[in-house]
Every structure is written in structure tokens, then in C-alpha cells.
């Protein structure tokens, strides 16, 4: 087994940054995606007024436009090309490129999300850097649980649609933590009342980087 | 054991409670079959690993078989404790974290057997199948341990309520339930190694 190089990690990610913001197509979805939903949320509510209901919308759109954008992540590339970069990086170095490109993916689908949604639906979040920490935590979480999975459904005879059956239940326990915890941030709850869920978040975050980190290799061979 | 546990669990002497009366006696049911389905399913885990380090497809087979009967446990266990909380609770469902963990792990496993059955290729499938297992065991154990502990609960010895442990399990119930515990895990373990033989069979 290789030893992980930082370099080759940090190549990855921007390999896999480039070809993102390089194809309108990958981008224009991801952004469309996001904005129409708000809109249809805009029609739907006009305007909300309860924070738990605000905060619910927020991340249920976070989760499904999340579990669209991270599902394609093995699926982009063609067959020929996956064995090319299995060739001259290894498993480790893969899944965890493959983690910190999907976290910044899903950071920038939250940080795009948050003022579209405050701008059509009113903005209810007291402690905004509170809610801004959460977000980060949960982006963190979201995208390494969803990482494995999309790597384990693209080994599946169904399509990406898979990811999102496999990822419900795993993710459910992740989402009412976050639930939680961002409506205390929205609520503007002094800090130190729910350190133990920002604790909890946390260690979802080092649990499943560190199982997909054991578990990935594997996956990755036929 | 079940020999022992089953007469006593309708016949034996109870603690009567307010509220709860006789259905107490389905603590040997509904809480065993949880302690059962848990040990199943670590059974399920540890054969999804014994897999992946070893490579021998009867491991593989034996972790489905383990996950299968233990979610058979898994159902009739909410059923019974669905039927307690109509007693106690006044309603079959309530918002409780215990019940939504309950939820998840069904929903978890179902989402395995779906991922077993869309992959036609078997090692293929048996890999895949263990890495899901294993990622999504060790997402229920921290489900398990934590979600209780930030969110009250109205089970037994959660969120200020007693604990059965305290006062209300009688000296002579002990026996009986620990002897339930153990006894529907062998019976678990047992449904499992029938399950296991036949497959074997069939193979050969």
C-alpha cells in the first residue's frame, strides 16, 4: 500500500475543481438546481415566519441538492479514465480528494443557498456566524457520509438513483443533530448550551472520513 | 432458557405498576427482542468484516443471513413495543429518539438487502454489501449511544424518568428477563445457523 502524499491529494482536488468550473453543463446544474428550488419554496410559502419551519426547508434543500451533486462523483468519469488515476494514485489518496472536493462542493451549495433563500423567504437566523460554523460542520459530515455511499451505489447495477435510498437512513440521525443545532443558532442560544451537539457533529465528521478512509479500498477494485 | 423464560413471562409473579399493570410482561418480549436484534446485527457486522479481510464468500453469506433474522427481530420488536406504547403512551408512535433509532436501523437494512439485490455479479456484491454494512453499523452504534443523550426520551431511564433497574423490576423478574435476553438470542443465532446450513446446502 502507498504512502498518501499531500501533493498527490491536492493535485486531485484540483483536478477535480477544474473540470467542475470548467463545464457549464456540471456548474449551470448544480445552480439551477438550487435556485429553482428556492423559487418553488418562494411560491409555495411566500413567506415563513417560524424558525422551525424555516430551518427544516433549509436543509431539507441542502440534503437533496447535495445528495444530486455529490451522486455524480463517481460517475463523471469514464471507465478508462478511473483506472488511469487508480494507476498513479491510490485508494487512500482517491476517497480523501474525493471527500475534500465534494466538502467544498457542498459548502459552496450552502453558502449560495443561505442568501437566496434569506432573500426570497426572510431571514430568521439571530446568530448568523453560529449558523455559519453549523453549516461548515454539517457540509463536513454530509459530504463524506455521501462520498462512500455514492462509491458504494456506482458499484451497483441501478444508476446514481441508489445513492439517495442508501443515504436516507444513514444520514438521518446526521440531519436531526443539524436540525437541532442550527435552530439553536437561529434562536440565538449563547454558544456554550449546545456545545455537545456541535461535539456530536464533529465527531460524525471524523467517524465517517475515518471509515471511509479504511473501507474505500475495498470498494475501488473489481 | 426460553423453556424457563416463556411460562414465567405469562405466569410469573410482576411488579404491578400504575399504568403499565400487566403489560409489564411484555418487557420479556419487546426489550429482548431489541438486546436479540443488536447481537444479530453485531454478528452481521462482524462476518461483513471476516469478508473483507479474508475474501471467503460463506462469511459473506452468513452476514446476510444474521442481518435477514435480525430484522425480523427488529419488526416484531416494534410491533410489541408499539402495542406497550398504545397501553402506556396512549399512541403506537410517538416523537421519541428511541423509536426514531428503532426506525432507522429497519430502514438501514432494508436499504442493504435493496443494495444486495440491484448487483448481479457476486463478489462484487458481497464486497459492496460489506462496506455498507459495516458504514452503516457503526453509524447506528453512534446513532444509539448518542441520540438518547441529547434528546429526552419517555423510555425507562431517560430524561428523568426511572429506569426499570430502580424500583420497579421486581428481585424475581430478574432471572426471567436475563434469561429472555439470552434466550431469544440463541434462538436468533439458532434461526440464523439453519438459515446458513440450508443455504450451504443448496449451494453444494
Known sequence: MSRISVERVKMLVRKDLLLEFRSKAAMGELLVYVISTVFVCYRAFHSISSVPVWNALFWIIILFSSINAVSRSFYRESRAKRIYYYQIAGPEEIILSKIIFNFLLVLFLCLITLPLYSLFLGNLADDLWMFLLVAILASGAFSSILTLISAIASKSDQGPGLTAILTFPVILPLLMVTLKASKNAMDGIDTSQYTNLLVVMLAFNVVSVALSYILFPYLWRD | ?204
Open chain 2, 1 to 204: 432458557m426460553l423453556i424457563y423464560a416463556l411460562p414465567m413471562a405469562w405466569l410469573g409473579e410482576v411488579s404491578v405498576q400504575v399504568i403499565l399493570h400487566e403489560t409489564i410482561r411484555n418487557l420479556y418480549f419487546h426489550v429482548t427482542m431489541w438486546f436479540a436484534m443488536i447481537f444479530l446485527f453485531g454478528f452481521s457486522f462482524f462476518h461483513a468484516i471476516q469478508f473483507l479481510r479474508k475474501g471467503n464468500l460463506i462469511s459473506d453469506m452468513k452476514s446476510t443471513l444474521y442481518a435477514e433474522v435480525g430484522m425480523v427481530f427488529g419488526a416484531v420488536g416494534i410491533v410489541t413495543g408499539m402495542i406497550w406504547a398504545n397501553f402506556t403512551w396512549g399512541a403506537p408512535w410517538v416523537n421519541d429518539p428511541k423509536l426514531n433509532g428503532a426506525a432507522v436501523a429497519l430502514l438501514i437494512y432494508i436499504a442493504y438487502f435493496i443494495l444486495k439485490s440491484s448487483i448481479t455479479e457476486s463478489i462484487r456484491r458481497a464486497k459492496t454489501a460489506s462496506v455498507y454494512n459495516i458504514f452503516s453499523f457503526v453509524m447506528l452504534i453512534l446513532l444509539i449511544g448518542i441520540m438518547p443523550r441529547i434528546n429526552d426520551s419517555l423510555h425507562p431511564g431517560n430524561g428523568g424518568n426511572p429506569g426499570f433497574g430502580g424500583y420497579a423490576l421486581k428481585n424475581s423478574m430478574r432471572p426471567v428477563f436475563y434469561s429472555a435476553v439470552v434466550g431469544w438470542t440463541i434462538i436468533g443465532l439458532w434461526l440464523a445457523e439453519v438459515k446458513i446450513k440450508w443455504k450451504s446446502k443448496m449451494i453444494e
